[in-house]
């Protein structure tokens, strides 16, 4: 992390749509406002950066929409899909992180993973970044 930047660090834990959408635009309009933006993408989150585990995603139950449903609303809003939303992140400067606990406990390994990913970083270090009196920590 940069000096002087304040930063957005944002924990996606929820392996839905609605879950990991809100993630994505949030770091990528702070970085567009001139912050550095991180996602620490941990347990049904880590779905989005998992190999053949994108295509799972749906939307919650609190939602209210099918799969199918979801995918006509965001297409005729002109929203990318998530695949593309996190390739959109990381080229506009979006730091991505997966849980190396997660990643242990689902017997993943880095190879599992979608080549966006920045590094792989346990509890400790996500700790010590949201610390930062410059970082703005929020879980999704």
Known sequence: MSEGKSRLLIVASRGTADGLYPALILATTAVSQGKE???????GGMKLLTKQMAETIKPSVDLGLSKEELEQLLAKGGMPSLVDMLKMAKESGVKIYACSPTMNLFGLKQDDLVDVVDEVIGA???????????TLAIFI
């Open 37 to 43: 933006a991180y996602i620490y993408f941990t347990f």
């Open 124 to 134: 400790s270090a996500f700790l010590q970044m949201a610390s930062d009196p410059k």
